[in-house]
């Protein structure tokens, strides 16, 4: 299906975009300091947990944004929406 193979591209693009600066960030600053491949790699991890810590604190704070605040907004647009059918 069309949208099946467009679906793989844009994740595998998206991990890419999202692989390659942190893998040139990690060897780079793993030869500044002359610490070799290893460092670099330690360095890599390191950031991947950091985008990892990253995003669940962004998406638990929308989660509970969305049901402290967001459910009444969405049901008052939704019921607006529908009455001007």
Do not use: E
């Not at 290893?38 to 991890?45: D, E, K, M, S, T």
């Not at 704070?61 to 019921?79: I, P």
Request: glycine share 10%.
């Amino acid at each position: 299906m069309q949208f099946d193979s467009q679906y793989k591209r844009t994740i595998l693009s998206q991990g890419i975009l999202g692989f390659v600066p942190d893998a040139i960030l990690a060897l780079l600053v793993g030869f500044w300091f002359d610490q070799g491949v290893l460092v670099a790699a330690a360095i890599f991890v390191g950031l991947q947990v950091l985008n990892l810590v990253r995003w669940a604190v962004v998406a638990g704070l929308g989660w509970v944004y969305f049901h402290l605040l967001g459910r009444k907004k969405m049901a008052s647009f939704f019921c607006d929406y529908l009455g001007s059918i």
